[in-house]
């Protein structure tokens, strides 16, 4: 089992690799100037790495949702267990979208 001070120190691991990733991404896939559509599959992306959620009920330690839900539904108790780790996975995915878009044309007015 991990400790408090190594699961702290991973998921700040993974989330700085989520946005050391998604900065490579912005610079390797789109144009300069981000148009909003080119936000919004940024923000999506984003919001499919960066979201957290609980494994299971009884578990206190949170974990990348996008992980949880494949886990769960491959190897755990199945679809079942994955539906409301997936609901979160959906509600960071439709943030990321919404902050994305709303980024990139905020940047395109400047």
Known sequence: MLTTQSYLIAMLLYWAAAL???????????????????????????????????????????????IVVVFNT????????????ALWLLAGSCLGVIVGSWRAGKRATL
């Open 74 to 85: 491959l190897f755990g108790e199945g679809l079942s267990s994955a539906t409301l780790p």
């Open 20 to 66: 050391f990733a998604l900065v490579l991404m912005r610079r390797l896939w789109l144009r300069r100037p981000v148009t909003r559509s080119g936000g919004a599959v940024l923000g999506f992306i984003g919001g499919l790495l960066l979201t957290p959620a609980f494994p299971g009920p009884d578990v206190a330690s949170m974990a990348p949702a996008l």
